[in-house]
């Protein structure tokens, strides 16, 4: 099956990225007809913390619930499809990537990786794994980017591409990394409001 973009790693930055990638398909002709994949192996930092400080969420969510809230988001996009799925291999043919998992390939124009910090155990060329220096603990990895690119049409985004370890800024990182696509897809700078009616 072939998509638009694949997203490794449904987390904070994973779901921020295909949110909006999502939003955009009925607002922009350059967007229409897009599909995107996220494959995840349910791992993300989210199942074991708890949530006071994430502006606009409500007070002690359990990560789990917001997961589960993140999850149900995406349903209002039929664009975006999730699998559970640990992403395995990513080669490059010609100018599309083939990602393989435990049970499946995939083909995509474009690859985000929004694959946390803890590791990094995809098989792919050209992604430095890094000492991940921006965070207080140790023994923690980022993926050496520019930008939040790696290489063409590889994207990182959210704690793996070296941002402060906060929702926030991993979800934002996503958001980013989304409208880096759009302008890309557009040629210009774009970005995706709903506005009231
Ligand atoms: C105990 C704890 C408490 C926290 N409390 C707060 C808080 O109070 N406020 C706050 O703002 N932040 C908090 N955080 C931080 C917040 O949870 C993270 O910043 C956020 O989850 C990072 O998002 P991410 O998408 O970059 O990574 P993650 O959410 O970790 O998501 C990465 C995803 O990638 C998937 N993945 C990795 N490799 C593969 C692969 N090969 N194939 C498929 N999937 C893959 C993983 O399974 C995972 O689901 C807390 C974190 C912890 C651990």
Not at 53 to 82: C, R, S, T
Request: aromatic residues 8%; proline residues 3%.
């Amino acid at each position: 099956m072939k998509y638009d973009v694949i997203i490794i790693g449904a987390g904070a930055a994973g779901f921020g990225c295909a949110l909006n990638l999502g939003s955009a398909n009925d607002k922009f002709d350059w967007a229409k007809d897009k599909k995107y994949l996220m494959l995840d192996d349910n791992k993300s930092d989210l199942n074991v913390g708890r949530y006071c400080n994430v502006a606009g969420v409500e007070f002690g969510i359990n990560g789990v619930d917001l997961l589960v809230k993140m999850k149900n988001q995406i349903k209002n996009y039929p664009a975006i499809e999730l699998k559970e799925e640990k992403a395995t291999k990513i080669e490059k043919i010609g100018n599309t990537f083939k990602v393989t998992t435990e049970n499946s390939t995939f083909e995509s124009e474009i690859v985000v990786l929004a694959t946390g910090l803890h590791k990094f155990d995809i098989e792919v060329d050209g992604v430095v794994v890094k000492d991940n220096i921006f965070v207080p603990k140790p023994n923690l990895i980022y993926l050496e980017n520019k930008n939040n690119v790696i290489a063409p049409n590889l994207y990182v985004a959210g704690l793996a591409s070296g941002v402060p370890t906060m929702f926030a800024c991993a979800s934002g990182d996503g958001t980013k990394v989304a409208c880096d696509i759009f302008t890309q897809w557009s040629g210009k700078v774009a970005v995706v409001h709903d506005v009231k009616a």
